[in-house]
């Protein structure tokens, strides 16, 4: 291990919530969750507002409106969260050729490989320095963690949040980490804490003690050995600029199509224990359970499934994955079965939601198919042309009062606050019917005003799907006049 704090790890505050309050004035300082807003969704993100209530990202939608009713729900906006994300990774690849982003608000940099820094004071200033750079370029806060390795840097930056740097001293880290949880450590999910836990293991510093052998005993050779030397500090790994795995997947091509309804079920119950042992060996967990399936024709589908929190129990996956094939149809025979795990817990534990969906959608776009494309359909919230839908949060245009975002809709009719990223008040509120002719939906404006000169813009579309009703923040009228 390195002897300066130079991997710099960039977490962005509660980056979905944060780039919705800084586009619509009127959310600022109030309760924002974002997030899939059907019956099954998931929080993605909360505003540290809302985290006050008890919401975290991951939670329930359910559970979450309960905890904070007058909180203001919306859809996820991927094309500009993936602006903003553009504009801070081209700030962190000014630092270094080595950055690897972990999701689209997250980045590992080796400061020492760019020169940017090379002891703690230097490290210091590129950290402070760039914390404003961002906060220029995106009106945006992003906390900072400074240490010398990547487990420790990225606890420095939770350690940092909200809008914080935190650097982690090298000769330090062990007296630090030894009372934190078994939890903290990459690569401890929620069956391998459990696993500890009933082992009498529940601190950094008791899998220190517990010893080498008794941590391969409990969780096999390769977990066991990574496991216990991340509890002495030992963290060899290096910032790699492109990321290999995102997910964590396996599949088998039959030589002759499998027709047998009930042995296609078999398979998939083998892919997923051989997908879980992958994963485990790798000491990751992950929350999107992704089934693949080719049929004798070659229309090749997808189907996921995104749990409540990260898993690395083979029984949830392979549940996961039975349910996901109830949906495939398999008549006229099965050429290919794969079963994946994804939005790994390893190295993300906020937008897991949201990540998961933005690369399934993009799988889906290449391999296509009918079945595929609807799918990237609500995982995208695109808006079906039969049917006129307005989903919080989402952007849109009216004739007559310019651009808003939709705060509500039901029984035919759809509420717009008109305001922009630049209004200094919150916009008015107005309802249309749902088919008003002077109302479209539009892209999403820039959070800062562009300088002349440089391109970009926004693109990108609304968001993911599910019902668009919205507990405005200060209690418009939601659903009717
Ligand atoms: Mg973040």
New binding site residues.
Partial sequence: MRNAPTILHL?????YASVEQASKPSLRGKAVIVGGLGPRGVVATASYEARVFGVHSAMPMAQARRLAPNAAYLVPRFGIYRDISEQVMALLRELSPLVEPLSL??AFVDLEAGGAAWDDSSARLVGAKLRGDIRAATGLAGSVGLAASKMLAKIASEQAKPDGLVLIEPGTERAMLGPMSVRTLPGVGPATGDHLRRAGIHTVEEIAEAGEDELVRLLGKAHGHALYAMALAHDERPVVAERETKSVSVEDTYDVDIHDRVRVGLEVQRLADRCVRRLRGAGLSGRTIVLKVRRYDFSTLTRSETLRGPTDDPAVVREAAARLLESVDTTGGVRLLGVGVSGLADYTQ??LFAQAAGELGEQQAVEGGEDGADAVAVARGEETPSERKWLAGQDVRHAEYGHGWVQGSGLGRVTVRFETPGSTEPGRVRTFRVEDPGLEAVEPLPLVEERPGRGGGSRGAAGSGGSATSGAPDGAVVGGV
């Fill in positions: 977490d962005m505050d509660a980056f608000d997250e906020e937008d």
